[in-house]
């Protein structure tokens, strides 16, 4: 196993560790407040920097040995002021633990009295620290050359009492992000449908109230839809819901539904074999969902929210749904499969159907991995955004920016709509490769009536989207802190 991370603050007045950290920002040198930590690590500002070419530029570095074998790195944060966005101290975070690790070291203090350095600012490069730090090893044999015990970071700040309040705040997030990543790396002969339900129960702790729905009760509730892509599969499915009661009693909640497929083979539609495996992520958007409840719930959110999630696995069997099968949604929509393999929106329909039926939200937005058509679409820097509000609409593309988790809106219309009309049934789940992203939105607006709704598919952003500042994970948790920002920027208060 790697090492834990700890991280912890001190006044920038305190003594700092024999490898000491400093940023710079351009053109400016550190403030006097921080005279002792200069004397105490052998670096003379003024005579060091202007000797050489070190201007506090970003991605300068200063690397200088001191007394006493300490060691000083001093690092260029370029210029900075109050208009640097959030996220760009959430990716400083995520680099200056690459840097760290490098050197394998125990314990290091970052000094950091940048003036444009609030305490917000300095809970998002904690942030980025603890996101940079995550690795999914639990299956991994421990190696001799490996580091193990604790990393200590020290931030020596100006206010440690305020800071530390922030990263406490902000932590909440992280450790949402955190599980949705345990669960989308984790192998689905791990986390079947009962497992993942289990996983969502151990919020009960934190106040979440937590509903476990079984195939006996869904068949009551006219489920058709969501037991169909359950039935060629030994793993039962299961329905999740998910409570968080912050907010003034009988203020409608915000729902947020996600699609849960532990593993998608495609059913009767076989998947091809090559990278089959990635398809134990074909849960990121019930991961997703899971991880906000937490973080609402550990911050305690002044907000009355509800998580529901459709777990099911997709496997073929004698006993699977096959294409030109007829099923009824719980909405008494009949469907035509026409494809296996286009199961998520079948998973939906029904969760989408209910969550608006029972629980008659402020708006609902639906998460889920749907398609490949929107990875033709964005690629991997992107997850595609359909709604059928504008003001919802652009208060996630807004989110997205504020967490650098991005959307793009698509659209939607009446020309779609028709494309999945079905002959034998109300409607179709698949009309083939033309606007695949699109008709699948379409399909899913059928079961939201006239609820503010968003629908993103992160089939691009849930998994293998490569490396980034603040993630070296295959799974990054994309959704929990566009979600969260969404819930604190318009919705608390």
Not at 32 to 47: F, K
Request: glycine fraction near 12%; charged fraction near 20%.
């Amino acid at each position: 196993m790697s090492q834990s991370l700890t991280i912890q603050t001190a006044a920038l007045t305190s003594a700092p560790a024999a490898f000491t950290i400093i940023y710079a920002a351009e053109g400016q040198a550190p403030s006097g407040a921080a005279a002792p930590v200069w004397s105490g690590t052998g670096l003379d500002w003024a005579v060091t920097a202007s000797a050489g070419a070190f201007k506090g530029k970003q991605g300068q570095a200063l690397d200088i040995l001191g007394q006493g074998g300490s060691r000083v790195l001093v690092l260029g944060s370029g210029k900075t002021d109050a208009s640097t966005p959030l996220n760009a101290w959430t990716d400083r975070g995520g680099s200056l633990l690459a840097k760290i690790a490098a050197t394998q070291t125990e314990a290091v203090s970052v000094v950091i009295d940048d003036a444009a350095a609030t305490p917000v600012a300095i809970a998002e490069l904690a942030a980025g620290l603890r996101l940079r730090h995550y690795k999914f090893d639990k299956y991994k044999t421990s190696r001799s050359d490996e580091p193990n015990g604790t990393l200590t970071i020290t931030l020596h700040v100006a206010d440690p009492a305020a800071v530390d309040t922030a990263i406490a705040d902000r932590g909440a997030v992280v450790d949402g992000t955190l599980l949705a990543r345990d669960l989308v790396n984790e192998p689905a002969n791990v986390l079947g449908p009962v497992e993942f339900a289990d996983r969502a129960a151990e919020l009960r702790h934190l106040g979440v109230t937590v509903e476990i729905l079984e195939p006996e009760a869904l068949e009551k509730l006219g489920m058709g839809s969501l037991l169909c892509v359950a039935q060629g599969s030994d793993r039962p499915a299961r329905l999740v819901v998910m409570q968080w009661n912050g907010g003034d009693v009988g203020v409608a909640p915000l729902a947020f539904v996600g699609k849960g497929v532990v593993f998608d083979t495609g059913g009767i539609s076989l998947k091809p074999g090559a990278g089959m495996e990635d398809m134990k992520g074909d849960m990121g958007g019930a991961a997703a969902v899971t991880g906000l409840l937490q973080a609402l719930a550990t911050r305690k959110a002044p907000v009355n929210v509800v998580g529901v999630i459709g777990l099911v696995e997709n496997m073929p069997s004698g006993n699977a749904v096959r294409p030109g099968d007829i099923v009824t949604a719980m909405s008494g929509t009949t469907i035509e499969v026409i494809n296996t393999d286009a199961e998520g929106r079948l998973v939906l329909a029904d969760a989408l159907w209910y969550t608006q039926d029972r629980f008659k939200p402020k708006f609902m937005i639906n998460l889920a991995t749907l398609t490949g058509a929107i990875v033709v679409a964005l690629g991997h820097e992107h997850a595609g955004l359909f709604s059928n509000n504008d003001e919802l609409a652009q208060r996630l593309l807004n989110a997205g920016i504020a967490s650098n988790e991005k959307l793009w809106r698509m659209p939607l219309g009446a020309a779609y709509d028709k494309l999945i009309e079905s002959k034998f049934a109300d409607i179709r789940n698949s009309v083939g490769r033309p606007a695949g992203s699109i008709t699948a939105a379409q399909f899913l607006q059928r079961f939201v009536n006239d609820v503010p709704w968003a629908h993103l598919d992160i089939a691009g952003t849930a998994f293998g989207a490569g490396t980034s500042e603040v993630n070296a994970s295959w799974a990054p948790g994309f959704g929990v802190a566009l979600l969260d920002r969404l819930v604190r920027d318009y919705y608390q208060g």
